[in-house]
């Protein structure tokens, strides 16, 4: 059983920058892709990045590119913006092919329990 936990939340001003890690544990000869979800007060979650199990595939969310960067365990967000607050989650996706990168939260199946990121103005 793969288990996520997310780390690196917390309070930040407009312009700033913050750090998320998700850290899993488990079976580690499953290949396995990883994405970063948000979800805000009122609205439904969405996809933020994704990388696949190389980590040579990466994608973004249109609101975030050119302000996150993914990596094998960890979001970089930079420029934060107010419309960033949310709750952020790490998923997992066991078994992934080498190169896929996912987007939607039904293709993940393990998932943290998230970490609060709030952006003041």
């Known amino acids: 059983q793969v288990q996520v936990e997310e780390s690196g939340g917390g309070l930040v001003q407009a312009g700033g920058s913050m750090r998320l890690s998700c850290e899993t544990s488990g079976p580690t000869f499953r290949t396995y892709a990883m994405g970063w979800f948000r979800q805000a007060p009122g609205k439904e979650r969405e996809f933020v990045a994704a990388r696949s199990w190389t980590d040579s595939y990466r994608d973004y969310a249109d609101s975030v590119k050119g302000r996150f960067t993914v990596s094998r365990n960890s979001l970089q967000m930079n420029n934060l913006s107010p419309e960033d607050t949310a709750i952020y989650y790490c998923?997992?996706?066991?078994?992934?092919?080498?190169?896929?990168?996912?987007?939607?939260?039904?293709?993940?199946?393990?998932w943290g329990q998230g970490t609060q990121v709030t952006v003041s103005s």
């Open positions: 998923a997992v996706k066991e078994s992934a092919s080498l190169n896929g990168v996912y987007h939607t939260p039904q293709d993940y199946v393990h």
